[in-house]
């Protein structure tokens, strides 16, 4: 199942942001500059090596003017490309500079703009009357979506988590079944295969039993009654099969090896399928939430507009 987030669903494409810089940009000039700058002291070293021994030679084979015009041609060529990559870099910081300067100087904007509306909110509560009134019921409506916000958030960042962590178990479980597949057919190196792919699984859900409590009670909060299956568990019987398998190595010891890895699979997947399940409607509300919220707070600023 996959689950659609927030702004993926059917939406018109948004309007193309300008191109931002970021001090990895910053980071990658420098680079090229630093190459550009190691090209061109190579391409020196050549010239001034024409003086030398690799001089004698060219004269020997009388090849020597075409070799200093040739050399004298990759120094300025990598020159050009040392002042192409010096500009860039410039233009680079000259742009993340200016950035910088405009995204403060919003921030003050919004700053000053909120001490103003808090202002004129402690006006409006102080004189009382109907807007007052109508103030404080718009405050009270924008603390509960709010709340109700972080709850959503909470069961969204604790489910993302299980089902990744769930996720990965169920790709090292798929290995073990085809591990123990290749075990009962007598395949070498198909007991190795399943029993590392086995430890892997084990790893994989280290701290599960944990986070699927926490992700139950999250979801309790919202108002989702959630059961999530006994794949953990499951895991653990074909881990002690395996071990079994181990010591016992025949036919039947590997079929039951075989079948619990099966067991654990659908097991695994029910609980991935479950996370899923639980996600889907929270991923809805918590858009919902965040336009609630938006549309209360705007609502506020246009009433202490008035």
Known sequence: MNIVFDDQRSTPPAPRATPRTSIDDIKAAERSVAFAKGEL?????EVQALDGLSGLVSWLTGNHEADVQRALAQVK???GQLSRAEAHHGRIVQ????EQRRERATQEVAI????????VADTVRARGGPTATELADLEERIAEARTEA?????????GMAL??????????????????????MGMTGGGLFKAMALRTVQTELDGVPERTARFQQACEVIGLDIRLGDGVGRVHRAAKAALTDAFFDNLFADMLTSRRIRDALDGLQAMCDDVDAALLPVVDRRKEASQTIEALEQAREALLER
């Not at 000053?112 to 202002?119: A, D, G, K, T, V």
């Open 41 to 45: 002291a190579r391409a020196v070293a």
């Open 163 to 184: 089902r990744g962590q769930l996720g990965r178990a169920l790709r090292a479980v798929k290995q073990a079944d085809h591990g123990a597949t290749m075990d009962t």
């Open 95 to 98: 742009a993340h500079t200016e």
């Open 77 to 79: 060529h990598c020159q």
């Open 112 to 119: 000053q703009r909120l001490m103003q509306l808090e202002m």
């Open 150 to 158: 972080d709850d959503l958030e909470a069961v969204f960042g604790v």
